[in-house]
C-alpha cells in the first residue's frame, strides 16, 4: 500500500512514496487513503514542501480516544500532585518536623510532578517519547504500588505496546 499524498511527511522528508504493510488503509504519517499500487514512477521524484511561516511541525493524525483517556489521566495526577506539592510546601513553613524532612518530600513530589507532566504533555502531542515516559510510569505504579498499582499499571502498558499504537506514535 502506497501514500501518493505529495504534503506527506514521508515524500517531503525523504523524497519518496510511503510504503505500508497490506493491512493498513490510510497513512499513519498524513491520514491519506492508501492506493494498491502505484501509477508511473514517483518514487524518484523527490518532493520539496515550503513550510509555512509559523509552523514547523507535521500535521497530526486525529488522537485514538483511548490515547485522550490516558493523557487525561495523567493530567489529573499532575494536578493533584501539584496540590500536594502545595500543601506540603505550606505545611512545611508551619510545622515541628525537621526542614530536611519537608525538603525531601518537596524535592520527590517534584520530581514524580515533572516526570508525569512530561509524560502526560508528550502523549497528548502524540510523540513517541511522552509514550515511552507513560510505558514508563504504567511499569513504575505496576511494580511500586502491587496490587492496586497493577489496576491502571497493566492496562495502559497493554495498549500503549499494541502494534497499532507503535505505528501511530512512530
Same mark, same amino acid.
Given at each position: *500500500?502506497?501514500?501518493?499524498?505529495?504534503?506527506? &511527511?514521508?515524500?517531503? *522528508?525523504?523524497?519518496?512514496? =510511503?510504503?505500508?504493510?497490506?493491512?493498513?488503509?490510510?497513512?499513519?504519517?498524513?491520514?491519506?487513503?492508501?492506493?494498491?499500487?502505484?501509477? @508511473?514512477?514517483?518514487?524518484?521524484? &523527490?518532493?520539496?514542501?515550503?513550510?509555512?511561516? =509559523?509552523?514547523?511541525?507535521?500535521?497530526?493524525? &486525529? %488522537?485514538?480516544?483511548?490515547?485522550?483517556?490516558?493523557? @487525561? $489521566?495523567?493530567?489529573?495526577?499532575?494536578? $493533584?500532585?501539584?496540590?500536594?506539592?502545595?500543601?506540603?510546601?505550606?505545611?512545611?513553613?508551619?510545622?515541628?518536623?525537621?526542614?530536611?524532612?519537608?525538603?525531601? @518530600?518537596?524535592?520527590?513530589?517534584?520530581? $514524580?510532578?515533572?516526570?508525569?507532566? *512530561?509524560?502526560?504533555?508528550?502523549?497528548?502531542?502524540?510523540?513517541?517519547? =511522552?509514550?515511552?515516559?507513560?510505558?514508563?510510569?504504567?511499569?513504575?505504579?505496576?511494580?511500586?504500588?502491587?496490587?492496586?498499582?497493577?489496576?491502571?499499571?497493566?492496562?495502559?502498558?497493554?495498549?500503549?505496546? %499494541?502494534?497499532? *499504537? %507503535?505505528?501511530?506514535?512512530?
Amino acid at each position: *500500500m502506497y501514500c501518493l499524498n505529495p504534503a506527506c &511527511p514521508d515524500r517531503s *522528508m525523504h523524497g519518496i512514496v =510511503g510504503e505500508y504493510t497490506d493491512e493498513l488503509t490510510h497513512c499513519p504519517k498524513c491520514g491519506m487513503e492508501l492506493v494498491e499500487e502505484l501509477q @508511473g514512477d514517483l518514487t524518484q521524484s &523527490p518532493v520539496t514542501i515550503e513550510p509555512q511561516p =509559523g509552523f514547523n511541525e507535521t500535521p497530526l493524525l &486525529p %488522537r485514538p480516544f483511548g490515547v485522550t483517556v490516558i493523557a @487525561g $489521566f495523567l493530567n489529573f495526577v499532575c494536578i $493533584f500532585l501539584g496540590a500536594a506539592l502545595l500543601f506540603l510546601l505550606w505545611k512545611g513553613l508551619f510545622s515541628s518536623y525537621g526542614k530536611l524532612e519537608i525538603l525531601l @518530600g518537596v524535592l520527590i513530589l517534584l520530581l $514524580f510532578f515533572g516526570i508525569y507532566c *512530561m509524560a502526560a504533555i508528550g502523549l497528548w502531542r502524540q510523540q513517541n517519547w =511522552g509514550r515511552r515516559a507513560t510505558l514508563a510510569l504504567a511499569l513504575l505504579v505496576t511494580i511500586l504500588k502491587f496490587p492496586v498499582g497493577a489496576i491502571v499499571g497493566v492496562p495502559v502498558f497493554a495498549y500503549l505496546v %499494541r502494534p497499532s *499504537m %507503535r505505528r501511530f506514535f512512530r
